[in-house]
């Protein structure tokens, strides 16, 4: 018996890399997974075959989250192929893309999130339970300054985060958690490969401080435990980078 046997989750930005891995262990775990892709269906298709050839069951939806119409489409796909909705992976970022427009990353690291949970969260019953994906530079950019080429999207990331936790009260009084998980630089990321680009030798120079940066697989294996971990709602799980632990998050 896995611990997600007959629930169904939905994993933002899961046709690769981080979400994509969380997507197949929550899969593991017995959830039906909602696969959601912005343009690279093959990739999320790629995800979807290896959660079937497992055993498990997983559909692809293509959403653009920034759009009232993504978040509408993504929630409704949950209920619309498996009956219910009761893990939300909030995984999606963006913001070091180039040729985006002008208020891009705070438009998809806060406002889509905000919009996202706001969809699902009148189809989730109590026991539900929302993780939302971060990093250290995000969630201690109040304390801890971060490289200047990625201080924008940073303060987008901890923006989104504060909106989320501002809607804490209204979750409990549907018996819905909400539990943050924050990660130091992820080795493989597209983010860290942009930021090694516009700033040579960033991920060496933050491997050398921290001693060592979780691959993309550790980082899935520790978001998605969260999904069924016995904590409380607001609770912050952090994934590597020690030198942070002790410094305020505020």
Sequence with gaps: ??????????????????????????????????????????????????????????VAVGADLTTDEGVQALAGAAMENFGSLDVLVLNASGGMESGMEEGYALKLNRDAQVNMLNAAVPLMKAGSRVVFVTSHQAHFINSVPTMPEYEPVARSKRAGEDALRGLLPNLADKGISLVVVSGDMIEGTVTATLLDRSNPGAIEARRAEAGKLYSVAEFAEVVASMATADVESGHTEYAGGSDYFGKSAE
């Design 1 to 58: 018996m896995g611990l997600l046997d007959n629930k169904t989750a939905i994993v933002t930005g899961s046709s690769r890399g981080i979400g994509a891995e969380v997507a197949k262990i929550l899969a593991g775990e017995g959830a039906a997974v909602v696969v959601n892709y912005r343009q690279k269906a093959p990739r999320a298709n790629k995800v979807v075959a290896d959660v079937e050839a497992a055993g498990g069951r997983a």
